[in-house]
């Protein structure tokens, strides 16, 4: 069973409101071993006027303060990593290393919530573009910040955009974008990095994790290893969210273990 969750966001990050000692006590509740908070920081985000405080910045020394507490209280009772969420964008690559080398993070996803700094959640990044062409875009700017910034561990929601597509995933499949896909997952595959299977697809409707399905048997047929496992839960109902469907799947697919990191290197678990 899938018994770590390594994404996890508490009111360290602007768009949650719960306590980290609330997420803590439902993943125990849950029976998890390990979990991982993974707060979000996604420097030059466009901030609206009147919603200054979603900014996606997170106060570190404050995080890593209070996440020691709760590591030392509930010792014996569950495994407390400490994680970031890096919003990517090439030209943040410097800024993101000088913050990692300040802190002694477990685990660092790298993502995608801007592409040259606009925000798929808006629906004017659909504007004047089909939704196909976003989506590569999208996928595009991926790649540029793999090889761009090295640091991270697991790379998070590789579609995330599908989430706010006009039409969602309604006419979105891995075949229909496979060479920029193959692209990110072979980069991952030598770059030595994860895939994050994020089940967060499912509370948005989806019927499916980020990745879809496909994506992750084509990472599997590329000979990707390194699977790392993250609900994105803001509260704690959604915590371990669907996990046992992935548990499922990975087994049909072949697969013996998922990844959690400490100290940002791999460990694997057994499913």
Same mark, same amino acid.
């Given at each position: 069973?899938?018994?770590?969750?390594?994404?996890?966001?508490?009111?360290?990050?602007?768009?949650?409101?719960?306590?980290? !000692?609330? $997420?803590?006590?439902?993943?125990?509740?849950? #029976?998890?071993?390990? /979990?991982? =908070?993974?707060?979000? +920081?996604? &420097?030059?985000?466009?901030?609206?006027?009147?919603?200054?405080?979603?900014?996606?910045?997170?106060?570190?020394?404050?995080?890593?303060? !209070?996440? $020691?507490?709760?590591?030392?209280?509930?010792? #014996?009772?569950?495994? /407390?990593? =400490?994680?970031?969420? +890096?919003? &990517?964008?090439?030209?943040?690559?410097?800024?993101?290393?000088?913050?990692?080398?300040?802190?002694?993070?477990?685990?660092?996803?790298?993502?995608?919530?801007?592409?040259?700094?606009?925000?798929?959640?808006?629906?004017?990044?659909?504007?004047?573009?089909?939704?196909?062409?976003?989506?590569?875009?999208?996928?595009?700017?991926?790649?540029?910040?793999?090889?761009?910034?090295?640091?991270?561990?697991?790379?998070?929601?590789?579609?995330?955009?599908?989430?706010?597509?006009?039409?969602?995933?309604?006419?979105?499949?891995?075949?229909?974008?496979?060479?920029?896909?193959?692209?990110?997952?072979?980069?991952?595959?030598?770059?030595?990095?994860?895939?994050?299977?994020?089940?967060?697809?499912?509370?948005?409707?989806?019927?499916?994790?980020?990745?879809?399905?496909?994506?992750?048997?084509?990472?599997?047929?590329?000979?990707?290893?390194?699977?790392?496992?993250?609900?994105?839960?803001?509260?704690?109902?959604?915590?371990?969210?669907?996990?046992?469907?992935?548990?499922?799947?990975?087994?049909?697919?072949?697969?013996?273990?998922?990844?959690?990191?400490?100290?940002?290197?791999?460990?694997?678990?057994?499913?």
């Amino acid at each position: 069973m899938i018994l770590s969750d390594c994404h996890i966001h508490t009111n360290h990050s602007s768009d949650s409101d719960t306590a980290m !000692e609330s $997420m803590i006590l439902a993943a125990i509740h849950k #029976g998890l071993k390990t /979990i991982c =908070f993974t707060e979000h +920081l996604d &420097l030059d985000f466009p901030v609206d006027k009147g919603n200054e405080a979603l900014n996606f910045r997170v106060n570190i020394p404050e995080y890593q303060r !209070e996440l $020691m507490m709760m590591k030392e209280k509930y010792s #014996g009772k569950i495994e /407390i990593l =400490f994680g970031i969420e +890096l919003g &990517l964008m090439p030209y943040l690559a410097p800024r993101y290393e000088r913050i990692i080398k300040e802190f002694s993070f477990d685990f660092i996803i790298g993502s995608s919530h801007l592409v040259d700094g606009a925000d798929p959640y808006q629906p004017a990044f659909f504007q004047n573009v089909s939704e196909d062409e976003a989506y590569y875009h999208y996928f595009e700017s991926i790649v540029e910040n793999i090889n761009s910034f090295k640091s991270f561990s697991s790379y998070g929601h590789i579609d995330y955009i599908v989430r706010y597509g006009p039409n969602r995933n309604t006419d979105y499949s891995y075949h229909k974008f496979a060479d920029i896909l193959d692209k990110i997952l072979t980069s991952l595959i030598e770059n030595g990095k994860a895939l994050e299977i994020n089940t967060s697809g499912f509370r948005y409707g989806l019927m499916q994790p980020h990745p879809h399905f496909d994506i992750i048997k084509r990472y599997r047929q590329l000979h990707g290893e390194l699977i790392t496992i993250g609900s994105d839960a803001h509260t704690p109902e959604y915590i371990g969210y669907h996990f046992k469907k992935i548990d499922k799947f990975l087994t049909t697919l072949g697969y013996k273990y998922y990844t959690i990191y400490k100290n940002n290197s791999p460990i694997m678990i057994n499913i």
